[in-house]
């Protein structure tokens, strides 16, 4: 049986969103291929992590070892190499990160398959392996068919697809390979994660945000904006035109120059809605905009709309939230 691939990606002890994320497409190819799908799990005291995964993939290939601790994209490759070698997967799927974007050219190029980098779909049509890609900052999507090949490698866009569960509980099996290496790695050695500054936000873990775009008008209308976003239990995020400006800084901005943010709530206000921001947020679970402009592009991705003044609107949000804490409290 054809059997694909899926690299679990993880940072200081936690499965990262995107390993879930091409799970989910993975599952879904193998459905219509008839194909075995396979976790591939490196690093060192990682069982746990592999119990979660033996939950959403049939089969979770675990190779521990000291020197796969932290990620090492010779050590990462040295071991795939190995493993694909053997396997023979039809398919390897690789998250589009700061460690696949290293990991996975020059794997591709250890094995002489085709990569496709920085998917948003793929899959099997007929004999052919289909890709696309997003191009001219996300105007095009570009559908292209990958040279003939046993087997065929992508790295998939972070948030190009949302995680979900299998429909029917798996029970995987977790199958413990040797490590292949055998001497240190010394090209590359760990030093550490730098972590964002004290008071800094990572927009990317927040439940909530609160975008500004244009609408804003001026710097000193944020302080209010960010007051409701508090209220809500989150935190700030912008459009590019904010960070151009300087008033917020870049770590706060959404799209493809920026982040991709999956919130439980995006509040976007006085944001049109220009499609290199909407690639950036477009997946969070409920999206509700504000915008005078009826016509603004934001309304087409939003579940709920308010074509009104965002100064008007938000005071009496703001004091609403407040009066039912309030409320809660009493």
Known sequence: MAEIFVLAEHRQGQLRDITFEMLTKAREIAEKTNAGLTTVLLGKNVRELAKTLAEYSPKVLLVEDGKLENFNSEAYQK???HLI???KPVLTIIGHTSYGVELAPRLAAALNVPLATDCIDFGFEGEAFTVTRQMYGGKVNAKAVLRKSESYMVTVRQAAF????PSVPINGQIEEIPSPLT????SKRFLEYVLPPPGGVDITAADVLVGIGRGIKDQSN???VEELAKSLGGVLACSRPIVDKGWLPSDRQVGTSGKTVKPKLYLAL????????????KNSDLII???KDPKAPIFSFSDYGVVEDLFKIVPVLKNKINELKAQKSS
């Open 289 to 291: 905009a504000v915008n």
């Open 222 to 224: 944020i302080p209010m």
């Open 79 to 81: 071991v795939l190499s």
């Open 270 to 281: 006085g944001i049109s809605g220009a499609f290199q921001h909407v690639l950036g947020m």
């Open 183 to 186: 001497e240190e790695i010394t």
């Open 85 to 87: 070698t053997q396997r």
């Open 162 to 165: 949302q995680a979900q569960k």
